[in-house]
């Protein structure tokens, strides 16, 4: 399974992107997708997740201006984000975890908010 992130892009503080996720290949069974970061300092972070039957969650730094969406059953995923800041900045990458393949990442994609 391949993951393509798309979307990524220098944006202005305060103003909004939508990233994009495309899988390629069998997921015998997607249980979730999710959207990580890895920011300033090099530490990943888990930004928001989809699972099969809907249910999303967000992390604090995200809640309230970010709606995440897709099709794990197409291998869909998106992330979209407002009120962009430099807190933000960093490389997003998406993951899918499938039940009898394991997790699968993306090569992620830039996002540089700029002040």
């Known amino acids: 399974v391949q993951l393509a992130e798309s979307g990524g892009g220098l944006v202005q503080a305060g103003g909004s992107l939508r990233l994009s996720c495309e899988g390629n290949g069998t997921l015998w069974m997607a249980t979730r997708m999710a959207w990580y970061r890895k920011t300033t300092g090099n530490q990943r972070e888990l930004v928001a997740t989809?699972?099969?039957?809907?249910?999303?969650t967000y992390a604090d730094s995200v809640k309230g201006r970010s709606t995440i969406s897709g099709d794990l059953g197409q291998g869909l995923l998106y992330l979209q984000m407002s009120g962009l800041n430099s807190g933000d900045t960093g490389v997003y990458y998406c993951?899918?975890?499938?039940?009898?393949?394991?997790?699968?990442w993306g090569q992620g994609t830039q996002v540089t908010v700029s002040s």
């Open positions: 993951a899918v975890d499938d039940l009898l393949s394991g997790t699968f």
């Open positions: 989809l699972s099969r039957i809907g249910t999303t």
